[in-house]
């Protein structure tokens, strides 16, 4: 590896972006090319990232690599640095490899003092601009290098403005510029107990290193955290001789898109001042231009600018945003760098390229942030209307909605009869609260993570969620939350924003989501390329009518627990959990069946040739009765009612020892899943006889089922058997009783116990499909109960680096996925055809998803409104690694096997 640490801008290219950073490389590339841009040089990320590992300041041998830079960029200007009569200026500006635009730091005319500002002055004829840039450095400088309060070069600045009688920064007269000079060197030297250093070497050395330190400030370790850009990549420090667009009304500066970043339409978009530095128009206080208004002002310049932005184009092969300076009447371009854009207009500019023949398919769906369509398939607010935000919790759920706050389920459904639109607000969610949830256009909870329970079912249901908002406290009694001081009553109107996690006061206007066509082509040629199928999770037929509209490939998973939510279904679930006998709960279980048998028809009907996963009954049985909090303070309330009264005390005294002998001290690894169906086989025997009566009368009516019936939380190979055993006894009665007619399906497990993943190659025989349901995995390999960790101590990890991502959002390749791979290869060494997919929320991740498809598995399952977003990231993934697959560890296959 080359020792060399400083790059000068002609020894560069594109293809060293890792290392000169994409500013440093780009303006490399756009010198080699010819282009105007001015000269410098670049000192690398590895530079930077030495510089943090020593912890000693500039290395020797970097700061003589910088000098030797410096002295070839003074012979190539015909300027000395330093020189009291003819100095060199420069700027020095950050430059990561990953685009991180506004992050990190800029110093701007570094090279003047009390000598070279006469000189500069001399020099361009312009004294009035010499001291302007002086007075720019210094204000610069403070505030960058030596972390002083902007607020305090203001202040002084606009005393002076008060005292010329002036309100615009150019008004300022030279006279007024030479007097701030030494008030901003005092305002320095009070603040950060040091002078303005004359020494124009200095300035140079202690701008780098507030550049490089600027890689860790926290606006820049945000903006990495939100967008999963790697801490180790560093910043490169870009070095460049000064153009000045404040040099008179020949000059000027600017910002231009080769493309429309809002909409996408190919047409140049920007702005531009006259007289003005970069700074200018990144601090607003001077209104600027439309770009095509410089064709008036400036008609060549601007001829030259649309040639430059048009090559720049073609060159690059995307949108560019491209900073300039015109000095003299002369275009100067500063830098270029692929443009951001909205996640609409990234759709539309992909498109737009393919059919202009610029980029290929591939190209255009590579270019597209997957994360952006969840956005972009949900409604938005309108930010301009944003005025305040009360809370930040856990964005959840993205979209957007706006409704009278309530603070209780059923609340909500009277509310909702009425009319009114309603955001549900709970401390947490359990699953009686679903109507609620279900009548509600958004959810807001104090606790919880990106993966409880109302964060799954409003991902599912494509309603906007804010979990996880420790800031509220909400008192049920007095119908009301309070955030600090603030009081939100019941019936006052609030916004959330499901996609940033905001809670915003008032009823903001939203903007609604909308498929394009240009979406919907990229989504085929997507389809054309992936290699991984993209199923859908779905619990009623609504669910899956939306799949289907967005593509979904079948129904990955069906949880048969939603199915018992609905106000008219709940109480028949708890008379069957509530039940003193089999003969008792076999009562319920004859109720609830045709509820169940009528939704798997509606699937069925709506996935007509398509396959349909049914999970059977996986939560334990006290999520369907009331909190016993609850319970005791109905009681309560009781206690001084009437003799009438009395039976409705017993009634509540025996739900409240039922909901004393279903407490577990740990439910998630208690009776629920395979261990209930084994313990109760009558529930698990009701919903087997509701699946083949549903998909018999399916058949009759020409609908082509083709079902997979899952058994959830296996960790044994006997208890797939027993219940194997148990499906295909009912199946056959079932049918037989419909006059023999064949219902092809499919039995296999969801593994979410890691000794079931060890264990595969036992399972294996008994399973015709591995359903990974990575949530449950992760947290038992983990040994994280995730609302906990989530609420409690997982941003803290993340924040000090003990973890890289949130596993329960990213799916942890080395551990889970290590489980995943050794039961997938250990499933096929002994059914080779055994069909794998996933079904937790990471299967809507795009990493996730790129790890399942180098894993091999056939399909990945997410909720229908993200579907898009999987369908475009298993096409990236298929494009990134082809058909080849991660190379599997020798992976030895347990031989004991069950009963």
Same mark, same amino acid.
Request: charged residues 25%; hydrophobic residues 40%; glycine residues 10%.
């Given at each position: 590896?080359?020792?060399?640490?400083?790059f &000068?801008?002609?020894?560069?290219?594109?293809?060293?972006k890792?290392?000169?950073?994409?500013?440093?490389?780009?303006?490399?590339?756009? $010198?080699?090319? &010819?282009?105007?841009?001015?000269?410098?040089? $670049?000192?690398?990320?590895?530079?930077?990232?030495?510089?943090f590992?020593?912890?000693?300041?500039?290395?020797?041998?970097?700061?003589?690599?910088?000098?030797?830079?410096?002295?070839?960029?003074?012979?190539?200007?015909?300027?000395?640095?330093?020189?009291?009569?003819?100095?060199?200026?420069?700027?020095?500006?950050?430059?990561? =490899?990953?685009?991180?635009?506004? @992050?990190?730091?800029?110093?701007?005319?570094?090279?003047?003092?009390?000598?070279?500002?006469?000189?500069?002055?001399?020099?361009?004829?312009?004294?009035?601009?010499?001291?302007?840039?002086?007075?720019?450095?210094?204000?610069?400088?403070?505030?960058?290098?030596?972390?002083?309060? &902007?607020?305090?070069?203001?202040?002084?600045?606009n005393?002076?403005?008060?005292?010329?009688?002036?309100?615009?920064?150019?008004?300022?007269?030279?006279?007024?510029?030479?007097?701030?000079?030494?008030?901003?060197?005092?305002?320095?030297?009070?603040?950060?107990?040091?002078?303005?250093?004359?020494?124009?070497?200095?300035?140079? /050395?202690?701008?780098?290193?507030?550049?490089f330190?600027?890689?860790?400030?926290?606006?820049?370790?945000?903006?990495?955290?939100?967008?999963?850009?790697?801490?180790n990549?560093g910043?490169?420090?870009?070095?460049?001789?000064m153009?000045?667009?404040?040099?008179g009304?020949?000059?000027?500066?600017g910002?231009?898109?080769?493309?429309?970043?809002?909409?996408?339409?190919?047409?140049?978009?920007?702005?531009?001042?006259?007289?003005?530095?970069?700074?200018?128009?990144?601090a607003?206080?001077?209104?600027?231009?439309?770009?095509?208004?410089?064709?008036?002002?400036?008609?060549?310049?601007?001829?030259?600018?649309?040639?430059?932005?048009?090559?720049?184009?073609?060159?690059?092969?995307?949108?560019?945003?491209?900073?300039?300076?015109?000095e003299?009447? /002369?275009?100067?371009?500063?830098? $270029?760098?692929?443009?951001k854009?909205?996640?609409?207009?990234?759709?539309?500019?992909?498109?737009?390229?393919?059919?202009?023949g610029?980029?290929?398919?591939?190209?255009?769906?590579?270019?597209?942030?997957?994360?952006?369509?969840?956005?972009?398939?949900?409604?938005?607010?309108?930010?301009?209307?944003?005025?305040?935000?009360?809370?930040?919790?856990?964005?959840?759920?993205?979209?957007?909605?706006?409704?009278?706050?309530?603070?209780?389920a059923?609340?909500?459904?009277?509310?909702?009869?009425?009319?009114?639109?309603?955001?549900?607000?709970?401390?947490?969610?359990?699953?009686?609260?679903?109507?609620?949830?279900?009548?509600?256009?958004?959810?807001?909870?104090? /606790?919880?993570?990106?993966?409880?329970?109302?964060?799954?079912?409003?991902?599912?249901?494509?309603?906007?969620?804010?979990? &996880?908002?420790?800031?509220?406290?909400?008192?049920?009694?007095?119908?009301? @939350? $309070?955030?600090?001081?603030?009081?939100?009553?019941?019936?006052?109107?609030?916004?959330?924003?499901?996609?940033s996690?905001?809670?915003?006061?008032?009823?903001?206007?939203?903007?609604?989501?909308?498929?394009?066509?240009?979406?919907?082509?990229?989504?085929?040629?997507?389809?054309?390329?992936?290699?991984?199928?993209?199923?859908?999770?779905a619990?009623?037929?609504?669910?899956?009518?939306?799949?289907?509209?967005?593509?979904?490939?079948?129904?990955g998973?069906?949880?048969?627990?939603?199915?018992?939510?609905?106000?008219?279904?709940?109480?028949?679930?708890?008379?069957?959990?509530?039940?003193?006998?089999?003969?008792?709960?076999?009562?319920?279980?004859?109720?609830?069946?045709?509820?169940?048998?009528?939704?798997?028809?509606?699937?069925?009907?709506?996935?007509?040739?398509?396959?349909?996963?049914?999970?059977?009954?996986d939560?334990?049985?006290?999520?369907?009765?009331?909190?016993?909090k609850?319970?005791?303070?109905?009681?309560?309330?009781?206690?001084?009612?009437?003799?009438?009264?009395?039976?409705?005390?017993?009634?509540?005294?025996?739900?409240?020892?039922?909901?004393?002998?279903?407490e577990?001290?740990?439910?998630?690894?208690?009776?629920?899943?395979?261990?209930?169906?084994?313990?109760?086989?009558?529930?698990?025997?009701?919903?087997?006889?509701?699946?083949?009566?549903?998909?018999?009368?399916?058949l009759?009516?020409?609908?082509?089922?083709?079902?997979?019936?899952?058994?959830?939380?296996?960790?044994?190979?006997n208890?797939?058997?027993?219940?194997?055993? @148990?499906?295909?006894?009912?199946?056959?009665q079932?049918?037989?009783?419909?006059?023999?007619?064949?219902?092809?399906?499919?039995?296999?497990? @969801?593994?979410?116990?890691?000794?079931?993943?060890?264990?595969?190659?036992?399972?294996?025989?008994?399973?015709?499909f591995?359903?990974?349901?990575?949530?449950?995995?992760?947290?038992?390999?983990?040994?994280?109960?995730?609302?906990?960790?989530?609420?409690?101590?997982?941003?803290?990890?993340?924040?000090?680096?003990?973890?890289?991502n949130?596993?329960?959002? =990213?799916?942890?390749?080395?551990?889970?996925?290590?489980?995943?791979?050794?039961?997938?290869?250990?499933?096929?060494?002994?059914?080779?055809?055994?069909?794998?997919?996933?079904?937790?929320?990471h299967?809507?991740d795009?990493?996730?998803?790129?790890?399942?498809?180098?894993?091999?598995?056939?399909?990945?399952?997410?909720s229908?409104?993200?579907?898009?977003?999987?369908?475009?990231?298993?096409?990236?993934?298929?494009?990134?690694?082809?058909?080849?697959?991660?190379?599997?560890?020798?992976?030895?296959?347990?031989?004991?096997?069950?009963?």
């Amino acid at each position: 590896m080359s020792s060399k640490q400083v790059f &000068g801008f002609q020894e560069g290219n594109a293809q060293m972006k890792d290392l000169l950073g994409g500013k440093g490389a780009h303006l490399a590339e756009m $010198t080699r090319s &010819g282009l105007p841009v001015p000269p410098g040089f $670049t000192l690398s990320t590895a530079a930077c990232l030495s510089y943090f590992k020593t912890g000693n300041g500039l290395s020797d041998s970097l700061w003589g690599e910088t000098l030797s830079a410096l002295e070839r960029l003074e012979s190539d200007r015909g300027q000395r640095f330093g020189d009291p009569i003819n100095p060199l200026l420069v700027s020095v500006r950050s430059g990561s =490899v990953s685009s991180m635009p506004g @992050m990190m730091d800029t110093i701007l005319n570094l090279g003047l003092n009390d000598q070279t500002v006469q000189g500069l002055s001399q020099q361009t004829g312009h004294a009035r601009f010499a001291y302007d840039c002086y007075r720019r450095l210094l204000q610069m400088f403070g505030n960058v290098v030596l972390g002083i309060s &902007g607020h305090h070069f203001e202040k002084i600045f606009n005393q002076m403005k008060q005292k010329e009688g002036v309100t615009q920064d150019q008004d300022v007269s030279l006279e007024g510029l030479q007097q701030l000079i030494p008030e901003f060197k005092r305002c320095i030297q009070a603040h950060a107990g040091r002078g303005f250093p004359e020494d124009v070497h200095e300035q140079l /050395r202690l701008a780098i290193e507030a550049v490089f330190q600027s890689w860790n400030n926290s606006r820049a370790q945000i903006y990495r955290k939100i967008n999963r850009i790697p801490d180790n990549q560093g910043t490169a420090v870009n070095i460049q001789s000064m153009v000045f667009g404040n040099m008179g009304m020949d000059c000027g500066t600017g910002v231009v898109f080769t493309r429309n970043p809002s909409t996408g339409a190919s047409e140049l978009f920007g702005e531009y001042l006259i007289n003005a530095q970069g700074e200018d128009v990144v601090a607003g206080a001077r209104t600027p231009q439309p770009v095509a208004s410089l064709h008036n002002e400036m008609p060549e310049v601007y001829e030259e600018l649309v040639r430059v932005a048009k090559r720049l184009e073609q060159h690059y092969k995307d949108m560019q945003d491209i900073e300039f300076t015109v000095e003299k009447g /002369r275009l100067y371009i500063l830098q $270029t760098r692929n443009g951001k854009r909205n996640a609409q207009s990234a759709v539309t500019i992909a498109v737009n390229l393919v059919k202009e023949g610029i980029i290929s398919k591939e190209d255009a769906l590579q270019r597209i942030e997957v994360s952006h369509l969840d956005r972009l398939l949900h409604r938005g607010i309108d930010e301009m209307e944003v005025k305040e935000v009360l809370a930040i919790g856990l964005p959840a759920s993205p979209g957007a909605a706006a409704g009278q706050i309530v603070f209780h389920a059923d609340v909500a459904m009277e509310w909702s009869q009425e009319g009114k639109k309603v955001i549900l607000a709970r401390p947490e969610t359990t699953p009686e609260d679903i109507q609620g949830v279900l009548v509600s256009e958004g959810i807001v909870t104090c /606790r919880g993570g990106m993966t409880s329970h109302a964060a799954v079912v409003a991902r599912g249901m494509g309603k906007p969620c804010v979990c &996880g908002c420790e800031d509220i406290k909400i008192d049920e009694e007095l119908k009301q @939350m $309070t955030v600090g001081s603030r009081i939100v009553r019941e019936g006052d109107w609030v916004t959330i924003d499901g996609a940033s996690g905001r809670v915003i006061p008032g009823e903001i206007p939203l903007r609604e989501a909308e498929i394009t066509e240009e979406l919907s082509e990229l989504l085929e040629w997507a389809d054309s390329i992936r290699k991984l199928k993209v199923r859908a999770n779905a619990d009623n037929p609504h669910d899956a009518k939306v799949a289907k509209q967005f593509g979904a490939q079948g129904i990955g998973l069906c949880r048969t627990e939603h199915m018992f939510f609905s106000p008219t279904r709940l109480p028949v679930v708890q008379q069957m959990i509530l039940a003193e006998d089999i003969e008792e709960r076999a009562l319920a279980l004859d109720q609830l069946l045709p509820m169940q048998q009528a939704d798997f028809e509606g699937m069925f009907g709506e996935m007509n040739g398509l396959p349909v996963t049914i999970r059977l009954l996986d939560p334990p049985l006290h999520e369907f009765l009331p909190k016993e909090k609850e319970l005791q303070k109905k009681l309560e309330e009781l206690k001084l009612a009437p003799e009438e009264k009395e039976e409705e005390k017993k009634a509540i005294h025996a739900l409240i020892r039922k909901v004393h002998s279903l407490e577990e001290t740990n439910p998630m690894l208690g009776q629920r899943g395979c261990r209930l169906g084994i313990v109760y086989p009558e529930i698990y025997e009701m919903q087997v006889e509701a699946i083949f009566r549903a998909a018999s009368r399916c058949l009759d009516r020409g609908v082509e089922v083709k079902l997979e019936i899952m058994v959830p939380l296996v960790g044994h190979v006997n208890e797939l058997i027993t219940l194997r055993k @148990m499906i295909d006894t009912v199946a056959k009665q079932i049918l037989e009783e419909g006059n023999g007619k064949e219902v092809p399906y499919q039995v296999g497990t @969801m593994i979410e116990v890691p000794r079931a993943a060890l264990t595969a190659g036992q399972i294996a025989p008994y399973a015709d499909f591995f359903s990974f349901g990575t949530n449950d995995l992760t947290q038992m390999t983990y040994g994280y109960s995730r609302d906990d960790a989530e609420g409690k101590f997982l941003t803290h990890y993340q924040d000090h680096k003990i973890l890289p991502n949130n596993p329960f959002q =990213v799916l942890d390749p080395d551990g889970v996925g290590l489980l995943i791979e050794w039961a997938v290869t250990s499933g096929k060494s002994v059914k080779p055809a055994i069909k794998t997919g996933i079904c937790g929320e990471h299967g809507g991740d795009k990493d996730s998803i790129f790890f399942c498809h180098r894993t091999g598995l056939d399909y990945v399952s997410c909720s229908p409104f993200r579907l898009p977003l999987a369908r475009i990231a298993a096409a990236q993934a298929a494009i990134t690694y082809g058909d080849k697959a991660a190379p599997k560890q020798s992976i030895p296959i347990l031989s004991k096997g069950g009963v």
